[in-house]
């Protein structure tokens, strides 16, 4: 059975930082792009950010590029993602997924793999 289980959520303040981690069991992903998604009440998920199998190429969501970083390691099959200098409009339930590519991907639909979420709730 193949599950993807973050960890690393919870209450920080504007401008504070958190660490959410992700690790994948029931298979290896190191040959596919892993990526991170955000849904915030009442509000479609969207992309956070994306990385290729090798980890060498990244992509981000304009309004996160600079103050979040993915990171993986391929020997553990996790995926992170270091959130700084976090803002109230970062509040949201976060999800890692798996994708069915090599190649970062931006779009859902290239996920087939998904995380059932952990909580970021970022106080004013």
């Known amino acids: 059975q193949v599950q993807l289980v973050e960890s690393g959520g919870g209450l920080v303040q504007a401008g504070g930082s958190l660490r959410l981690s992700c690790a994948a069991s029931?298979?290896?992903?190191?040959?596919?792009?892993l990526g991170w998604f955000r849904q915030a009440p009442e509000k479609e998920r969207e992309f956070v950010a994306t990385?290729?199998?090798?980890?060498?190429?990244?992509y981000y969501a304009d309004s996160v590029k600079g103050r979040f970083t993915i990171s993986r390691d391929n020997a553990k099959n996790t995926v992170d993602l270091q959130m700084n200098s976090l803002k109230p409009e970062d509040t949201a339930v976060y999800y890692c997924?798996?994708?069915?590519?090599?190649?970062?991907?931006?779009?859902?639909?290239?996920?087939?793999?998904w995380g059932q979420g952990t909580q970021v709730t970022v106080s004013s």
């Open positions: 997924a798996a994708g069915s590519i090599n190649y970062p991907a931006k779009a859902l639909s290239f996920y087939d793999y």
């Open positions: 029931g298979r290896t992903f190191s040959s596919r792009a």
């Open positions: 990385i290729n199998w090798s980890g060498r190429m990244t």
